[in-house]
C-alpha cells in the first residue's frame, strides 16, 4: 500500500507509550491522562492509515483527481466522539472517587488485602493463587 | 416488511431509551421499557425462525452496499443468541422491577432504564454487526451502558470497583481500535465477510499477530483466565440484577465475537493449541477461585469465569461438533447464569449476608427459593436430566471425536471442572440453603470487609423472573433435541461461511 509518513508513525508510537506509561501509575487522574493519551494515539493510527492525505473525498461530477480515502475519516470521527464521551465520564467518576474516599489512590486487590491480613495475623489461610498478583492498578495486563 | 426486520432489535431499544428521558410517571417508564424488550424479542424470534429457513437475513442500512455501508447480518448464530439474550434481559428487568433497584430515588429510576435499554441495544448491534467497527460501536454502546449501571448510586466501594471495570475496558477497546486500523491499512476493508479472503493473502507473520491481538482484544472482555482479574472485583458489587445482566450477557457477546470473528476471519482446520491451553487454565483456575471465595456472589463470578472456558473447548476444536458444543453452551450459559444470580439475589436479600459463614446462623430461605438456586445450580455443574449436562456432553462428544492430545486435555479439565463446580455449589448448599445444619467440611475462610447486605425486597415479580429463569433452563433440556440441531447447523453456517458471504455481498461477487 501507501508509505507510512515517519513523523506521524513516530507521534502515534510516542502517545502510545507516553499512555500505556502514564496507565500503570498509581494516581487515577494520571490513569485518565493515560487513557486520554492513549485515545489520541489510536485516533491519529486510525487517520494514518488512510494513506496519503488527498483531495476533500466529495464527488461533484468532473473531477477526476485522487480524492484521501473517507473511510478512515468517518470511522476517527466516530472513535473521537466515543473516546471523548468515555473520556468525561471517567472524569466525573475519578472526581466522585475523590470525593468519596478522600484521596485518587487505586486500591489494592480485595484478594491482595486478604491474604495480607490473613498473614499478619499469622494464619494459614490458603488464598487463590492467580489473583494474588492480579492488582487492580494494571491497565493493560 | 421482513427487510427492516434486522433492523427492529437496535432500534426498537434506543427509541424506547429516548422516550424513557421525557418525564414520564413512573409506571409508564416501567411499562415501556417492558414492552418494549417484549416487542423485541418478538422480532427476534421472528428473525431465528427466518433465518434458518431462508437463510442469512441482511440489512443494508440507507441502501448503502455491503463494504461501504453499515451492514446488520442475522444468521443463525446471530438470531439464537439474540432471542435467548433478550428473553434473559426482559426477565432481569422483571425482576429488577420487583426489587425496586435503584429507584428510591425517581432519577436513578429513570437512568437505570435507559441505561439498561441502551445496554440490550448493544448487545443486539454486537450480534448483528457485519464489520468489525460496527462491532467496536456496539461494544462501546454496550459497556457505555454497563459503566453506568455498575456506577449507579454507587457508594465508595462501588465506585473504585466500577473505575477499575471502567478503565479495563476502554484499555482493552483502544487496542480494539487499533486493530481496526491496523487490519484497514493491510487490507483495505473492515467488513466481516470481505475480510477472510483478504487477510489471507497476507503474510502468515502479519496474519498470525493481527489473530493474536484479536484474542487478546476480546479476550479482555470475554474475561479469559490471564486478563480476568476485573471482573470478579467489580460484578459482585452490582446489585443482583445489574450482576445478572452483566454476568449473562457482556461475557457471551464477547464469546460470540469470538466464535465469528475467528471462524470468519482466520479459519483454520486442525486444533488451535494455544486456545486450548487458555480454555484449560481458564476452566481450572477460575473454579479454583470460586472455591476459594466465602461471598457468594464472588463466588458465582469465579464460576462464570471459569465456564467461559468452555465454551472455548469448542472453539479451539474448530470443528462442527466442537462449534454445536460452544453454541450450545452458550444459549445454556446465558440462562443458567442469570438464574442463578437472580436466585442468589432472593438468597441474599433474605439472609441480609453475602457471606457464606455467616449465612449458616441465618434461617431457612424457604423451600421456593432453595429450589431456584439448586436446579440452575445442578444444571451449571452438569448433572444429568438438566441443560449443562446436555451442552458439557456434546462438547465432551466432540473432544473424543477429535482424539488429539489436546482435545483429551480439554475433555479431562472440563470434567474436573464440572466436578470443582459441584463442591463449589455444594459449600453454598450447606452454607446457605440448609435449614440450619452446622457446616461440616472445612471452615470457610474469615471475611474482613464483607459488603453490606443488598437491600432485601421479596416481591412476588422478583420470584416470578427467577422461576421464569428457571423454567426456561428445563426448557432448554426438553427441548435440546431440535437445539442441537439448529446449534449444528449454525455451526455448519460458522465453517462454511459462503453463504454468510454471498448474502451479505451478493451474489457472484465474493
Given amino acids: ?68 480515502d473517507p473511510l478512515p475519516q468517518a470511522m476517527a470521527l466516530t472513535a473521537i466522539v466515543i473516546t471523548f464521551g468515555l473520556t468525561v465520564f471517567l472524569v466525573a467518576l475519578a472526581y466522585r472517587s475523590w470525593r468519596l474516599s478522600g484521596h485518587d489512590e487505586v486500591r489494592d486487590d480485595v484478594e491482595d488485602r486478604r491474604i495480607g491480613t490473613a498473614r499478619e495475623r499469622a494464619r494459614n489461610e490458603p488464598g487463590p493463587e492467580h489473583d494474588a498478583h492480579g492488582t487492580t492498578n494494571g491497565g493493560n495486563r | 416488511m421482513t427487510g427492516a426486520l434486522p433492523a427492529l432489535p437496535v432500534l426498537l431499544p434506543v427509541l424506547g431509551a429516548g422516550l424513557v428521558l421525557f418525564p414520564l ?3 409508564v417508564v416501567r411499562a415501556l421499557s417492558t414492552g418494549v424488550l417484549t416487542v423485541v424479542l418478538v422480532c427476534e424470534a421472528a428473525l431465528l425462525v427466518l433465518a434458518d429457513s431462508r437463510g442469512p437475513q441482511v440489512l443494508h442500512v440507507g441502501g448503502w ?48 432504564h435507559l441505561a439498561y435499554l441502551l445496554l440490550v441495544t448493544g448487545v443486539s448491534l454486537a450480534f448483528l454487526s457485519g464489520d468489525l467497527f460496527n462491532l467496536f460501536v456496539a461494544f462501546e454502546v454496550m459497556l457505555a451502558a454497563s459503566y ?41 476493508t473492515v467488513t466481516l465477510a470481505q475480510l477472510g479472503p483478504r487477510l489471507a493473502e497476507l503474510p502468515d507473520g502479519l496474519n498470525g499477530a493481527f489473530a493474536l491481538l484479536l484474542l487478546s482484544v476480546l479476550g479482555i472482555k470475554t474475561a479469559i483466565i490471564p486478563m480476568h482479574f476485573w471482573l470478579p472485583d467489580s460484578y459482585p458489587t452490582a ?49 479454583l477461585g470460586a472455591i476459594a471465595q466465602d461471598d457468594l456472589n464472588r463466588l458465582l463470578s469465579f464460576t462464570l469465569v471459569s465456564h467461559i472456558g468452555y465454551m472455548l473447548f469448542g472453539l479451539a476444536l474448530f470443528d462442527t461438533r466442537g462449534l454445536t458444543g460452544s453454541i450450545l453452551y452458550v444459549v445454556h450459559h446465558i440462562v443458567v447464569q442469570a438464574a442463578l444470580f437472580l436466585a442468589a439475589g432472593l438468597v441474599v436479600g433474605r439472609a441480609g449476608t453475602a457471606a457464606l459463614h455467616r449465612m449458616t446462623r441465618r434461617p431457612y430461605p424457604g423451600v421456593l427459593v432453595v429450589a431456584l438456586f439448586a436446579v440452575p445450580a445442578m444444571s451449571l455443574s452438569g448433572i444429568p436430566p438438566f441443560s449443562g449436562f446436555i451442552a458439557k456432553l456434546a462438547l465432551l462428544q466432540a473432544g473424543a471425536a477429535q482424539g488429539g492430545p489436546a482435545a483429551y486435555a480439554l475433555a479431562a479439565s472440563a470434567l474436573l471442572t464440572s466436578l470443582l463446580t459441584l463442591y463449589a455449589m455444594t459449600r453454598v448448599w450447606t452454607a446457605a440453603l440448609t435449614a440450619r445444619a452446622p457446616a461440616h467440611g472445612e471452615e470457610p475462610p474469615p471475611e474482613p470487609d464483607t459488603p453490606t447486605a443488598r437491600t432485601s425486597g421479596t416481591g412476588r415479580l422478583m420470584l416470578a423472573a427467577a422461576a421464569g429463569m428457571t423454567v426456561t433452563g428445563l426448557a432448554i433440556a426438553v427441548w435440546a433435541g431440535p437445539l442441537a440441531d439448529l446449534g449444528t447447523r449454525a455451526a455448519e453456517d460458522l465453517l462454511h461461511p459462503q453463504a454468510y458471504r454471498s448474502a451479505v455481498l451478493g451474489e457472484g461477487n465474493r
Avoid at chain 2, 457471551?252 to 465475537?257: P, Q, T
Fill in chain 2, 239 to 287: 446489585p443482583s440484577p445489574i450482576t445478572a445482566v452483566f454476568a449473562a450477557l457482556l461475557t457471551k457477546v464477547g464469546v460470540y465475537a469470538l466464535l465469528r470473528t475467528q471462524t470468519l476471519l482466520f479459519p483454520r482446520t486442525d486444533v488451535w493449541t494455544l486456545l486450548a491451553c487458555a480454555a484449560i487454565i481458564t476452566m481450572i483456575v477460575g473454579i
Fill in chain 2, 65 to 112: 452496499p455491503a463494504p461501504l455501508g453499515v451492514t446488520l447480518v442475522a444468521d443463525r448464530l446471530s438470531a439464537l443468541l439474540l432471542t435467548v439474550s433478550t428473553l434473559v434481559a426482559l426477565a432481569v428487568l422483571v425482576f429488577a422491577i420487583g426489587q425496586g433497584t435503584a429507584e428510591e430515588r425517581p432519577r436513578a429510576a429513570v437512568v437505570f
Fill in chain 1, 1 to 68: 500500500m501507501n508509505s507510512v509518513d515517519v513523523t506521524m508513525a513516530l507521534v502515534v508510537g510516542g502517545l502510545f507509550t507516553a499512555g500505556f506509561h502514564l496507565m500503570l501509575q498509581r494516581s487515577l487522574m494520571r490513569i485518565v491522562f493515560g487513557f486520554i493519551l492513549l485515545g489520541h494515539g489510536t485516533n491519529l493510527l486510525l487517520l494514518v492509515v488512510g494513506g496519503s492525505p488527498g483531495r476533500p473525498p466529495v464527488l461533484d461530477g468532473e473531477e477526476t483527481a485522487p480524492t484521501a
Fill in chain 2, 148 to 188: 453506568v449501571l455498575i456506577t449507579l448510586d454507587a457508594d465508595e466501594s462501588r465506585t473504585s470497583a466500577g473505575m477499575t471495570y471502567t478503565i479495563v475496558s476502554l484499555t482493552s477497546s483502544l487496542l480494539f481500535l487499533s486493530l481496526i486500523a491496523l487490519v484497514y491499512a493491510a487490507t483495505g
Fill in chain 2, 25 to 27: 410517571p413512573h409506571a
